[in-house]
């Protein structure tokens, strides 16, 4: 405000001291056609002084000097606004000037070869502007992603979004700049592409940042998961949020909403969910500086540049690139806030798991079934943490993102329920309420995504792995071998092995295909 300020003194000087140079002008241009006969040769000399000298003096006394690349961005700022606003100035006297009648005297031709060497160096002073104050709010409101609670860190968001969109508001004066100081469109495009490839690599590195910061906050506070006992079996999974997760869909629910102020309340994520609600604080960010910079292009940039196809190739090639790069961090995170909270699910499981779940007195069978059609304390909790974990999901997403995500949560919250499960040993009654727990899981991940054939046939096999534990020992084989369980023949071996009634099903195996552990 103040480089703006300034500049506007410094211009209304200029425009009051040109406005008496062509009422002079005017009164000597009259004496001229009184006095000569052929007068246009004349005034055309005489206009040809005012431009090169008068002008000329005038322009040195307020012009202000041209900034270092190290100069604070106010002064760069102000520098720039007062020189686009002399050149417009100058244009407009040049052209009160022609209307004289001064002959074939080109007198823009004179204002570009008056402001030449001023307007070759305003590119790198526009750069050195960008990364200046880039560089200024960065020190002044660093990404704060390992601030501990939610609405602390909701607060900052806003915070980062409005320095993104401070450095953005710059770059789009910038534009405007070129186009005052360089009127042919071709040599503005050229001007404009470099300057939008600057600021958008400006607004990666700051979110690129803020993103790194955020995930490697997820990995270094997660709960650490307890270590797999050699024998167990880790299913193999790989993370299909790459192949799905696009900031082309739909991200949060409004991506065309204002930025808020930060005095703003930020939306409440259940403290539940306090690591998928970092990330998706930090993918706000990322998602709203992909649409202010496509909002950019779109009435900014390629107005600008259409006159050149190379240049709109080049800007849009530069804003896809941004747009991939941030993809990819923004996949890093969401798997680092999905990891931190499964982590958390895993202890909420281990905590509240007891043996007796699955080991009930089987002598007690009325005990037993007041509770048969309960699912367990572990089954409840563990339930309660992942609809917060969905929640906070679909609160601040949408479309086929929220999709990806759930779906990535239900694939691997799956891997651990299956390495849960080899912790403890089943009779017939706890095998009873297995398949209770189990039943419950595999809805509550079916509300997650009840579109995806592939991980509800994966939940109705983990249901139907109780079974291992509940049939009778002679009935095994055929259910081994039937591949309901979508297990390898290995994988049920172990299960079977954690009958309590163990012993005796080895007498159904002897002799048999089949290799028990």
Do not use: W
């Not at 993104?164 to 186009?179: G, N, P, Y």
């Not at 001007?191 to 607004?203: G, K």
């Not at 709203?288 to 080049?314: F, I, Q, W, Y």
């Not at 690139?321 to 996949?331: D, H, S, Y």
């Amino acid at each position: 405000e103040a480089a703006c300020d300034s500049a506007a003194m410094v211009l209304r000087c200029l425009r009051d001291t040109y406005k008496e140079m062509l009422l002079f002008t005017k009164k000597e241009v009259t004496t001229i056609g009184a006095v000569f006969p052929e007068p246009s040769a004349v005034t055309a000399l005489l206009v040809q002084r005012v431009l090169e000298q008068h002008a000329t003096m005038v322009l040195e006394e307020l012009l202000p000097r041209a900034p270092a690349a190290e100069t604070s961005p106010t002064r760069t700022l102000h520098y720039l606004r007062v020189l686009s606003g002399a050149f417009q100035a100058t244009a407009d006297l040049a052209r009160g000037l022609s209307e004289c009648g001064c002959g074939d005297l080109d007198c823009m031709s004179l204002v570009d070869s008056l402001f030449a060497t001023y307007r070759d160096g305003s590119l790198a002073h526009e750069v050195a502007l960008q990364q200046n104050l880039f560089d200024t709010l960065v020190n002044m409101n660093p990404p704060a992603a390992t601030i501990k609670t939610l609405e602390g860190r909701a607060k900052l968001a806003e915070e980062d979004l409005h320095v993104l969109r401070s450095c953005l508001d710059v770059a789009d004066e910038s534009f405007e700049r070129c186009q005052q100081l360089f009127p042919q469109p071709m040599a503005c495009a050229a001007r404009v592409e470099q300057l939008f490839v600057c600021s958008s690599e400006l607004a990666f590195e700051y979110v690129s940042l803020l993103l790194e910061e955020t995930r490697h906050h997820l990995k270094s506070t997660s709960l650490s998961s307890p270590v797999p006992h050699p024998n167990q079996h880790k299913p193999a999974h790989k993370s299909n949020l790459a192949m799905e997760f696009s900031l082309s869909n739909p991200f949060f629910a409004d991506p065309h909403a204002t930025v808020t102020p930060p005095s703003s309340v930020p939306a409440k994520i259940p403290e539940a969910a306090a690591g998928i609600g970092l990330a998706l604080q930090a993918l706000r960010v990322g998602s709203r500086t992909v649409v202010m910079l496509n909002d950019a292009v779109r009435t900014k940039v390629l107005p600008l540049v259409e006159c050149a196809s190379e240049r709109c190739s080049a800007c849009m090639a530069a804003l896809n690139g941004v747009t991939e790069r941030l993809e990819g961090q923004m996949v890093g995170v969401l798997d680092a806030g999905i990891h931190f909270e499964l982590a958390a699910v895993e202890q909420v499981m281990i905590a509240h798991q007891i043996r007796n779940d699955f080991e009930p007195n089987e002598d007690d069978e009325f005990a037993f079934a007041q509770g048969e059609h309960r699912s367990t304390p572990a089954c409840t909790a563990v339930i309660q943490r992942l609809n917060s974990i969905a929640d906070a999901a679909c609160e601040a997403m949408q479309g086929a993102n929220v999709i990806s995500l759930l779906r990535e949560l239900g694939s691997q919250f799956h891997a651990i329920l299956l390495l849960h499960l080899q912790k403890f040993k089943f009779n017939t009654l706890g095998a009873l309420r297995l398949k209770r727990d189990l039943t419950e899981y595999s809805e509550a991940v079916e509300r997650f995504d009840h579109k995806s054939p592939k991980l509800r046939a994966r939940y109705n096999a983990l249901c139907a792995l109780a079974n291992l534990f509940i049939v009778a020992p002679a009935s095994l084989p055929a259910l081994v071998d039937d591949g309901s369980l979508q297990l390898t023949q290995e994988d049920c071996m172990k299960f079977i092995a954690q009958r309590t009634d163990y012993e005796a099903v080895k007498s159904v195996f002897a002799g048999s295909a089949f290799a028990l552990p």
